[in-house]
């Protein structure tokens, strides 16, 4: 007998996976969470049916939302993660030897309860005495930050339902007022060629919140359009250069981040330049005699 | 009503895409075909099941299978394109005004013909009086063919039915033989997060027939993983390096391709440069205490 588990990525528009077995099956206070063992993408977390993270390919994407901000840092120390409730995020946050305090603030606590005990690949960083594992409302913990952090992430769900709070001016202008001077900001900010308007419009509400504001890209095979963005924005200096590299610590661990890694990822076609009105990045292709 | 098209992308992943339309379907002597018109992707063409190229992100595979080999090239002018029966990559070679000659050489008349009736956008080179359009085997064509080339393109289906051939190291050392001195090779080389295995392989044939070889990516939504490779070949230089950029003629017409997104796409992760075997690459992030 075969089972399939479906989501409706797009309207006309699907992907389906198959399971070997569930492993837990919820409805929490906010969501449905499930957790299968699946033929394709190994362990996975869904929620409210649409796929969070997949033992296959989550390197690529929590690699990129925390180590371009954290490679972009000089001397990260204090971090704070809102969302991000697997622990993939802290789990790489963690590998940066000057992290002394790193929060991780989920609105669902049966999110980080089924981690602990179900995704452990993920969740290794719980146990870690520079962890903060909070249970609330990422909007209203940032709302009483000030001059805080040096790296704030938003790893969250898309922004439908618990998550649509965090995808909001009025967000992204705390997050902005909780960061130390030099501090940075990165944010998960869905797929440029499945939903270019809306990562268009969250581009934007980011980027008038700071002084530089960019989009990168790397490729996730279990999101919709197989190809999704993050924004990263600072008080100053390119994000799209790295101030540090990998030191010995991270021989041989780190999967799919690179300092070249880091710079390709801000190299964007014309198309979606254009789409989503970038226009600080068309520099990078345009004029100039010389290659 | 609503009629779906399921592609088993991988053992236990499928895709599903609703289908506005079946615009022609019928047995050629090689394979099914079928043009769909659907909700997400807009004109699709599948053949055996498999979808080949979508009005949505058929750019950005044929700008990089193209673009890059062509932008290397100083100055190509008899170009071959071995498959790509919709016209797709013969359109982007036409766009070099330095080509006189462009030879497509599909196995599949049929797939020349229903592209040339139903997929207006992609076989516009048809018409183009440099366009050389022959129905034969490839690798026969390719047989007959001693230093005649400056570029040479394969772009084929996967690799199993009559593809098959044009993935092995015979073939790959008759295009060697059929490429004029200086001149350069690209083939797409299926999805490096899909099946590491077979473009392992298919990468190691294809530097063992010339001096020099390299692996370049992009995201193609409509192909499994989402996340496509490209394998160019030369007698020597670096291809990561185009020698010309996009004159006037361009100018508005590319939508993935630039001189940037061309070094970007030889940028890999570790995992891949692991995975796949491609020590060249590494040195792109190992050691080297600057930046």
Redesign the interface.
Known sequence: MEV?F?EEW?????????INSVVTRKKTKYQELCIFD????GRMLVLDNVIQTTEK?E??YHESLVHVPMFFHPHPEKVLIIGGGDGGSLREVLRHKSVKEAFMVDIDGEVIAAAKEHLPTWSSGFSDPRARLVVEDGREFLARSRSEYDVILVDSTDPVGPAEVLFQVDFYSLASRALKPGGCFAAQTESP??TPELVKNVYHRIASCFPVAKLY?A???SYP???WSFTIATFGGDPA??TR?PDADFEGV????????H??AF?????IIKDLGLEYASR??SSGKG?
């Open positions: 399939w479906t797009l309207p006309g528009l699907r992907i389906s996976c198959q699946t033929v394709e993408f390919d390197y690529i060629i499945a890209t490729p996730v095979p359009g197989g190809w250069e790295p590299k780190l999967k799919y981040y690179s300092p070249e890694i710079r390709r190299v964007l076609p014309p198309k990078q292709y290659m």
